[in-house]
């Protein structure tokens, strides 16, 4: 079944994520890359705190459905490009897989994208998410500077030039400038800046209060 149905390709940045199937020329959703969750109160019981630990657990939103919930605490679970919190990241692609892309998991190939310099143990945390909780039957992960080269070529291009150049990637929370030789990063050229475009949206931010300038 997996062979015969499109790959789920889903790129996680810091501030959006970008998901549809394999074969569309844009993405079939973009939404923030965030969760809201229900925390649970800190009295009572310790058998009612289990009880409502599991009810939250079920209690929650991810996307623009999560900004939207000013009763909730809204969490982000990467952060520079790197996931920090794995519970809320698993739970995370749940909702990505099954609410959004209405796919059954083990029916469908997955390409999910990591940052460069991304650890070892990072990919496989991922890998670790995806067969034991989703039960996907293959999987690749893909440096986001080298699909964002491929992309940059036509199909026509891409068949007569290799996969070679220099890519400047600045998201929301991280940017990076990767050279990449035939299709392979090379990881002891990356220069890695911890500035992107949230920063540049707070300093401006802060510039136009300074000046008492109305901010929207």
């Given at each position: ?37 229900k ?18 657990d ?18 982000w679970p ?35 994208t ?23 039957p ?7 500077a ?20 220099t ?16 299709g ?12 992107a ?20």
């Amino acid at each position: 079944m997996a062979g015969r149905l499109p790959a789920c390709v889903v790129d996680c940045g810091t501030g959006y994520t970008k998901l549809g199937y394999a074969g569309n020329t844009e993405p079939q959703f973009i939404i923030p890359s965030c969760i809201a969750i229900k925390e649970s109160a800190k009295v009572g019981d310790q058998a009612q705190r289990r009880v409502m630990k599991g009810v939250d657990d079920l209690d929650f939103f991810i996307g623009d459905e999560a900004i939207e919930k000013p009763t909730y605490a809204t969490k982000w679970p990467i952060r520079h490009g790197i996931v920090e919190d794995w519970d809320l990241m698993e739970r995370f692609m749940e909702q990505v897989i099954f609410k959004y892309l209405r796919a059954e998991p083990e029916d469908h190939y997955f390409l999910l994208t990591e940052p460069p310099l991304n650890t070892p143990e990072n990919r496989e945390y991922t890998a670790e998410i995806m067969f034991e909780s989703f039960n996907v039957p293959g999987l690749y992960i893909a440096v986001q500077a080298v699909l964002a080269l491929a992309a940059s070529w036509t199909s026509r291009q891409v068949g007569e030039r290799t996969l070679t150049g220099t890519v400047i990637d600045s998201g929301d929370g991280v940017t990076h400038v990767i050279p990449v030789a035939e299709g392979y990063v090379i990881g002891s050229c990356i220069k890695h800046i911890p500035i992107a475009g949230r920063d540049i949206t707070y300093f401006i931010q802060q510039l136009l209060r300074d000046r008492e300038v109305g901010i929207p």
